[in-house]
T-cell receptor, first 111, second 115 residues
Framework: KQEVTQIPAALSVPEGENLVLNCSFT??????LQWFRQDPGKGLTSLLL?????REQTSGRLNASLDKSSGRSTLYIAASQPGDSATYLC??????????FGTGTRLTVIP | ETGVTQSPTHLIKTRGQQVTLRCSSQ?????VSWYQQALGQGPQFIFQ???????GRGNFPPRFSGLQFPNYSSELNVNALELDDSALYLC??????????????FGPGTRLTVT
């Protein structure tokens, strides 16, 4: 059974700092990996999608990498801002076209 | 292009009652997946509907059931509500063709509270 782990569970950084969020998964037979952002009590906003054949994706200040063989992904956020404060979730898609999620990293960026 | 919408936004029910949650998929998407997110946890897959048929189910009991309509909108029904059913229910749509993987687009969720 696929299990997704995110470390750390919570992270607090001063504004302007670069940071890395980690995601690991137990079964490397995935189709893709998505990173989402979730604000308190709200739905999920997709940030980046990496197909299994890709190594990384970039969008603005965000860069996500994928190492399928080792079951790892990282989300790099450059020059963090207070508006980046949210919970970040990673999810892997299996052949059944459903997503397995981690429990998230709660990020606080201090002004 | 209209995104994924869900109704209602919030709902309070009593233990033992039944509830129906609704989801309208994004235009052009034929697949709807439902997820349950308990407080402080990541979403968990409940089931998926593809072209009006159930196409995969997570580890949820039969009192969780669903439907997909010809316009690809979907309902999630939960019977005999239990306190542990209190959660944020998310639906996601995608233009799946039965083979390749596609990005899933999530709605804002329905917050269900069972008292």
């Amino acid at each position: 059974k696929q299990e997704v782990t995110q470390i750390p569970a919570a992270l607090s950084v001063p504004e302007g700092e670069n940071l890395v969020l980690n995601c690991s998964f137990t079964d490397s037979a995935i189709y893709n990996l998505q990173w989402f952002r979730q604000d308190p009590g709200k739905g999920l906003t997709s940030l980046l999608l990496i197909q299994s054949s890709q190594r990384e994706q970039t969008s603005g200040r965000l860069n996500a990498s994928l190492d399928k063989s080792s079951g790892r992904s990282t989300l790099y956020i450059a020059a963090s801002q207070p508006g980046d404060s949210a919970t970040y979730l990673c999810a892997v898609m299996t052949g059944a076209n459903n997503l397995f999620f981690g429990t998230g990293t709660r990020l606080t960026v201090i002004p | 292009e209209t995104g994924v919408t869900q109704s209602p936004t919030h709902l309070i029910k009593t233990r033992g009652q039944q509830v129906t949650l609704r989801c309208s998929s994004q235009s052009g998407h034929n697949t709807v997946s439902w997820y349950q997110q308990a407080l402080g946890q990541g979403p968990q897959f409940i089931f998926q509907y593809y072209r009006e048929e159930e196409n995969g189910r997570g580890n949820f009991p039969p009192r969780f059931s669903g439907l997909q309509f010809p316009n690809y909108s979907s309902e999630l029904n939960v019977n005999a509500l239990e306190l542990d059913d209190s959660a944020l229910y998310l639906c996601a749509s995608s233009p799946w063709n039965g083979q390749a993987s596609y990005e899933q687009y999530f709605g804002p969720g329905t917050r269900l509270t069972v008292t």
